[in-house]
C-alpha cells in the first residue's frame, strides 16, 4: 500500500465506527444558493472525507521541503527510547555492538531519478537509475540506528564517515572489507570507540609485539600522500576456515583480555568452531546483510511497484518510511521476546510482519477496553514464531572461486580455494 492508502483506508474506518465529527461544508454564497449547501466545484470537502491523493502529494512535498531533516530526528529519538527501555540488550561484555555495510537500491526509470541519483549501465541492457544507501545497525537486535540515502557516484567509505561521526565512546563497529580505510579508522579512534574489520592485501605492518602464535599488534603508516606520517595501532587475529585461504581480523581493540581472540572468531578452548548461532562476535556483522533482506524483499521495497516516487525528495520520503516501519516492527519483536522469552534473532520478522497488518486492520474498530488484550496476543504470536536453528548452514556461491580484474593489469584473487587438503 502507499502513503495515501494507508492514511485514506484509516480515515475511512474511523469514519464508518464513528469516531470522526461530521460537518457540512459552508460551501459558497453563489446565486440561488442556500447559506448550508456546498457548490460542486468547491475545492474544500467535508470533515468525514479523506483528503484526495493530489492533496496528499501537495502536503509530503510542502514537509520534505520546509522539515529535511524531521525524520532523521525521528529515527534518532525512536532510537534513544528504546536504548533507554533495553539497554542491557544492547551492549556486550561493556560494548555497544554496531555493524556497518552498504546496499544499491533499484529506482523507477525516470529521468529526475538518473539525473540525481546516478544509472547502473548493464551489458544489453537500458541504464537503471539506482541509488546507495549505507546503515548503521545495532547487531545485537538487528536495529537501524543512522543511515544515509545518496548518490551512486559518491563511495561508500564517503558516506559512511558522515555516520561515523554519530558515535560515542565504547562502541565496536563490525565493518565489513569494502571499508578498509584509515580516515575511517581515524574517526572511530577520535569518537572513542573500536572497528573489527577483515584485513586487506598489499598491507605493510610492522610488528610491535606478538601476544600469541596466532596475534601480534602491529604499526600501519598508509601510503597514502593525504595521511603522511600518520600511523595507528592495530591487533592481528590471524585464522583460517576450512576450504579458504588464510586471513585475519583487524582491530584497534588491543586488550586481548577485554575480547579475545577465541571470542572475535567464536572458537572453544580446543580451537575448535562454534556452532552456535552468534558464537562469533566478529560475523555478527552478517545482522545488516539480514536486516538488508528484510527491507528490500519482506517489506517489498525492491519489488515491482514498492518505490513509486519520481524525485528525490519522493523516493527519500518512502525509503525513510520504510526504514521507520522495519525499527518499529523489530522493536515489537524485542518487546515480545523481553515478555515471552527467547532470542529477539531467533523470531521471524515475516511473521511478525503479518501479525502487524492483521492487529492493524482490528485495533481501530477494537474499542479501548479491548485494545490491551490484543496487543498482548499479537506479542504472544510474535514470540510463538521461532526460526529453526540449523547451525553451519550456508548456500554455496559459484562465482566465489573466480578470479575478478579491476583493470590497470591489477586482479582479486578468490578467497575460496578450488582444493583444500585441510
Not at 558516506?159 to 554519530?166: D, E, F, K, T
Given at each position: 500500500?502507499?502513503?495515501?492508502?494507508?492514511l485514506?483506508?484509516?480515515?475511512?474506518?474511523?469514519?464508518?465506527?464513528?469516531?470522526?465529527?461530521?460537518?457540512?461544508?459552508?460551501?459558497?454564497k453563489?446565486?440561488?444558493?442556500?447559506?448550508?449547501?456546498?457548490?460542486?466545484?468547491?475545492?474544500?470537502?467535508?470533515?468525514?472525507?479523506?483528503?484526495?491523493?493530489e492533496?496528499?502529494?501537495?502536503?509530503?512535498?510542502?514537509?520534505?521541503?520546509?522539515?529535511?531533516g524531521?525524520?532523521?530526528?525521528?529515527?534518532?529519538?525512536?532510537?534513544?527510547?528504546?536504548?533507554?527501555?533495553?539497554r542491557?540488550?544492547?551492549?556486550?561484555?561493556?560494548?555497544?555492538?554496531?555493524?556497518?555495510?552498504g546496499?544499491?537500491?533499484?529506482?523507477?526509470?525516470?529521468?529526475?531519478?538518473?539525473?540525481?541519483?546516478?544509472?547502473?549501465?548493464n551489458?544489453?541492457?537500458?541504464?537503471?537509475?539506482?541509488?546507495?544507501?549505507?546503515?548503521?545497525?545495532?547487531?545485537?537486535l538487528?536495529?537501524?540506528?543512522?543511515?544515509?540515502?545518496a548518490?551512486?557516484?559518491?563511495?561508500?567509505?564517503t558516506?559512511?564517515?558522515?555516520?561515523?561521526?554519530?558515535l560515542?565512546p565504547?562502541?565496536?563497529?563490525?565493518?565489513?572489507?569494502?571499508?578498509?580505510?584509515?580516515?575511517?579508522?581515524?574517526?572511530?579512534?577520535d569518537a572513542?570507540?573500536?572497528f573489527?574489520i577483515?584485513?586487506?592485501?598489499?598491507?605493510?605492518l610492522?610488528t610491535?609485539?606478538?601476544?600469541?602464535?596466532?596475534?601480534?599488534?602491529?604499526?600501519?603508516?598508509p601510503a597514502?600522500?593525504?595521511?603522511?606520517?600518520?600511523?595507528?595501532?592495530?591487533?592481528v587475529?590471524?585464522?583460517?576456515?576450512?576450504?579458504?585461504r588464510?586471513?585475519?581480523?583487524?582491530?584497534?581493540?588491543?586488550?586481548?583480555?577485554?575480547?579475545?581472540?577465541?571470542?572475535?572468531?567464536?572458537?572453544?578452548a580446543?580451537?575448535?568452531?562454534?556452532?552456535?548461532?552468534?558464537?562469533a562476535?566478529?560475523?555478527?556483522?552478517?545482522?545488516?546483510?539480514?536486516?538488508?533482506?528484510?527491507?528490500k524483499?519482506?517489506?517489498?521495497?525492491?519489488?515491482?511497484?514498492?518505490?513509486?516516487?519520481?524525485t528525490?525528495e519522493?523516493?527519500?520520503?518512502e525509503?525513510?518510511?520504510?526504514?521507520l516501519?522495519?525499527?518499529?516492527?523489530?522493536?515489537?519483536?524485542?518487546?515480545?521476546?523481553?515478555?515471552?522469552?527467547?532470542?529477539?534473532?531467533?523470531?521471524?520478522?515475516?511473521a511478525?510482519?503479518?501479525?502487524?497488518?492483521?492487529?492493524?486492520?482490528?485495533?481501530?474498530?477494537?474499542?479501548?477496553?479491548?485494545?490491551?488484550?490484543?496487543?498482548?496476543?499479537?506479542?504472544?504470536?510474535?514470540?510463538?514464531?521461532?526460526l529453526?536453528?540449523?547451525?553451519?548452514?550456508?548456500?554455496?556461491r559459484?562465482?566465489?572461486?573466480?578470479i575478478?580484474?579491476?583493470?590497470?593489469?591489477?586482479?582479486?584473487?578468490?578467497?575460496?580455494l578450488?582444493?583444500?587438503?585441510?
Open positions: 500500500m502507499n502513503f495515501c492508502l494507508v485514506t483506508s484509516t480515515f475511512r474506518v474511523l469514519s464508518e465506527m464513528g469516531r470522526l465529527p461530521r460537518h457540512a461544508c459552508r460551501g459558497c453563489g446565486r440561488g444558493r442556500g447559506r448550508g449547501r456546498g457548490s460542486r466545484h468547491d475545492p474544500r470537502k467535508a470533515a468525514d472525507a479523506p483528503p484526495s491523493e492533496a496528499f502529494v501537495q502536503a509530503r512535498t510542502r514537509m520534505l521541503r520546509e522539515l529535511p524531521y525524520f532523521v530526528a525521528l529515527l534518532a529519538v525512536l532510537g534513544e527510547a528504546l536504548e533507554s527501555r533495553h542491557d540488550l544492547l551492549y556486550w561484555n561493556g560494548l555497544r555492538l554496531l555493524a556497518l555495510d546496499t544499491r537500491i533499484t529506482l523507477p526509470r525516470w529521468k529526475r531519478l538518473g539525473e540525481y541519483f546516478g544509472c547502473a549501465r551489458k544489453g541492457g537500458r541504464p537503471r537509475p539506482q541509488a546507495r544507501m549505507v546503515m548503521l545497525l545495532l547487531a545485537t538487528r536495529l537501524p540506528w543512522r543511515y544515509e540515502l548518490p551512486r557516484a559518491q563511495g561508500e567509505s558516506v559512511a564517515g558522515r555516520l561515523l561521526a554519530h560515542r565504547g562502541d565496536l563497529v563490525l565493518m565489513d572489507r569494502g571499508f578498509f580505510n584509515f580516515g575511517l579508522f581515524r574517526l572511530v579512534r572513542g570507540g573500536f573489527a577483515r584485513r586487506v592485501k598489499r598491507l605493510r610492522r610491535l609485539r606478538r601476544l600469541s602464535p596466532h596475534e601480534r599488534v602491529v604499526r600501519w603508516r597514502s600522500r593525504k595521511w603522511k606520517g600518520q600511523t595507528i595501532d592495530l591487533r587475529i590471524d585464522y583460517r576456515v576450512r576450504g579458504f588464510r586471513t585475519a581480523i583487524i582491530t584497534n581493540l588491543l586488550d586481548e583480555e577485554r575480547v579475545s581472540r577465541e571470542q572475535f572468531l567464536g572458537l572453544d580446543s580451537d575448535a568452531w562454534v556452532t552456535e548461532r552468534d558464537a562476535l566478529y560475523h555478527r556483522r552478517w545482522q545488516v546483510e539480514t536486516a538488508f533482506r528484510e527491507i524483499r519482506v517489506q517489498r521495497m525492491q519489488e515491482p511497484g514498492g518505490l513509486r516516487g519520481r528525490r519522493a523516493i527519500e520520503y525509503v525513510v518510511g520504510h526504514v516501519l522495519y525499527l518499529l516492527v523489530r522493536w515489537l519483536m524485542v518487546e515480545a521476546a523481553a515478555r515471552h522469552g527467547g532470542d529477539v534473532l531467533r523470531l521471524s520478522f515475516t511478525a510482519l503479518h501479525e502487524v497488518r492483521h492487529a492493524a486492520a482490528l485495533l481501530p474498530l477494537c474499542t479501548p477496553r479491548l485494545r490491551r488484550p490484543m496487543t498482548e496476543r499479537m506479542l504472544l504470536n510474535i514470540a510463538g514464531n521461532v529453526p536453528d540449523r547451525p553451519g548452514r550456508h548456500y554455496p559459484p562465482n566465489d572461486g573466480r575478478r580484474r579491476t583493470g590497470a593489469g591489477h586482479r582479486i584473487t578468490p578467497g575460496r578450488r582444493r583444500c587438503k585441510a
